[in-house]
T-cell receptor, first 117, second 112 residues
């Protein structure tokens, strides 16, 4: 299957700082990328959908000014958690789909675990 | 919007036995149903999927069935092995782009 890479895989930061997570599609062009958040022992919750070259669409309850998403190229999307607080600690996962993939197949990154002290 | 329910939330089986996980969905327009396996600390990995134009799909020890009328689909794992232990998620996708709605997950434990 297609490869989606996330970086960093884990990060620890101080409260009030900002953290950027990168999501790359390594062997296909991702026209759409999705960002999820997953709390321990829970399912994946969609945060936002980003399409290359346009503004992200955020799910209800997700603060767009806090979770900045940039999808500047067909192989890279970034999620920036601004002014992070302990309650933002979570597992963040991206997924990507592209026109070259079988319709509907989504491939996930390995996830990024954020811990805010 | 779409709502996906998954049962059971936990499942413990003896090695070699079969495991079945069931999901129901609400949107009759949904047409794509993938299953993901998530190991601890990792992202979900697609293990099998089925589209609405077929009723069953099999890949070695894994099979998925779909009942469009009843709006439910199931994952079947035969001859389970300890390495099958993980959390499994079902998902459904409707006509609105590629957005998936996930079930709550099933923690499968295969005891040696």
């Amino acid at each position: 299957g297609a490869v989606v890479s996330q970086h960093p895989s884990w990060v620890i930061c101080k409260s009030g700082t900002s953290v950027k997570i990168e999501c790359r599609s390594l062997d296909f062009q991702a026209t759409t990328m999705f960002w999820y958040r997953q709390f321990p022992k829970q399912s994946l919750m969609l945060m936002a959908t980003s399409n290359e070259g346009s503004k992200a669409t955020y799910e209800q309850g997700v603060e767009k000014d806090k979770f900045l998403i940039n999808h500047a190229s067909l192989t890279l999307s970034t999620l920036t958690v601004t002014s992070a607080h302990p309650e933002d600690s979570s597992f963040y996962i991206c997924s990507a789909s592209g026109q070259s993939q079988n319709t509907g197949e989504l491939f996930f990154g390995e996830g990024s675990r954020l811990t805010v002290l | 919007g779409e709502n996906v329910e998954q049962h059971p939330s936990t499942l413990s089986v003896q090695e070699g036995d079969s495991a079945v996980i069931k999901c129901t969905y609400s949107d009759s327009a949904s047409n794509y149903f993938p299953w993901y396996k998530q190991e601890l600390g990792k992202g979900p990995q697609l293990i099998i999927d089925i589209r609405s134009n077929v009723g069953e799909k099999k890949d070695q020890r894994i099979a998925v069935t779909l009942n469009k009328t009843a709006k439910h689909f199931s994952l079947h794992i035969t001859e389970t092995q300890p390495e099958d232990s993980a959390v499994y998620f079902c998902a459904a996708r409707g006509n609105a782009g590629n957005m998936l709605t996930f079930g709550g997950g099933t923690r499968l434990m295969v005891k040696p």
